[in-house]
């Protein structure tokens, strides 16, 4: 009997010690897979997917994108699942999630990933470097000049010579100076001759 019960003894022992085995392994691996933090992001959308966290813990998530809140934070039990849509844009976005566990195990998330331009969308030019040309100065409107008055002009006689004739320039003589020079100088030879003959008469009469 004392063989028997040995016999028995031995297969019971191993069952247990399995069996206490593969509590202490599903105990510790238990942890290791308990929380799963996935999010996917493609050009139009976020896709947010948490499982396997502590129902009874304030578990919280925050979504932003290039700073600003694209999912305020919320608070959330076991499960998260929710898909949101980008904005249209022609640049690639910086998205940033924040996930923490509230049980205090190694559920919490801070990632960050980029979400591309979709294709059909012109990307945003970027900024010259180059300072923009200065514009070319307008030169200032020419004043129009005042035309000469008529009546002034007519009263202020003209300093140029009429072009009428071909006069000489006037030097205080004319033509007939010649005439009377040779009429004084016949008026004084005959004078002369005159006053000589009178003398002559005195003389002889004497």
């Excluded at 959330?76 to 923490?100: N, R, W, Y």
Aim: charged share 20%.
């Amino acid at each position: 009997m004392t063989v028997f019960n040995r016999s028995w003894r031995r297969p019971g022992a191993l069952v247990t010690v399995a069996a206490a085995g593969a509590l202490g392994v599903g105990l510790f691996a238990g942890p290791a897979v308990a929380h799963t933090p996935a999010w996917a992001v493609t050009c139009s959308e976020v896709s947010v997917d948490l499982v396997n966290y502590t129902a009874g813990a304030e578990n919280t998530v925050t979504l932003t994108v290039d700073g600003k809140e694209l999912l305020p934070t919320e608070k959330f039990g076991g499960e998260f699942h929710k898909k949101i849509e980008l904005p249209e844009h022609t640049k690639e976005l910086s998205l940033h999630l924040v996930v923490k566990d509230g049980s205090g195990n190694d559920g919490s998330l801070d990632d960050t990933k980029t979400a591309p331009v979709c294709e059909g969308t012109e990307p945003e030019p970027e900024p010259s470097t180059t300072p923009p040309d200065e514009p070319t100065p307008t030169p200032p409107a020419e004043e129009p000049k005042p035309e000469p008055s008529k009546t002034t002009a007519a009263a202020v006689p003209s300093s140029q010579p009429s072009p009428a004739g071909d006069d000489l320039a006037e030097t205080g003589s004319s033509s007939t100076t010649p005439l009377i020079a040779g009429a004084a100088a016949v008026i004084l030879v005959a004078g002369a001759g005159i006053t000589w003959a009178a003398r002559k008469r005195r003389t002889v009469g004497n």
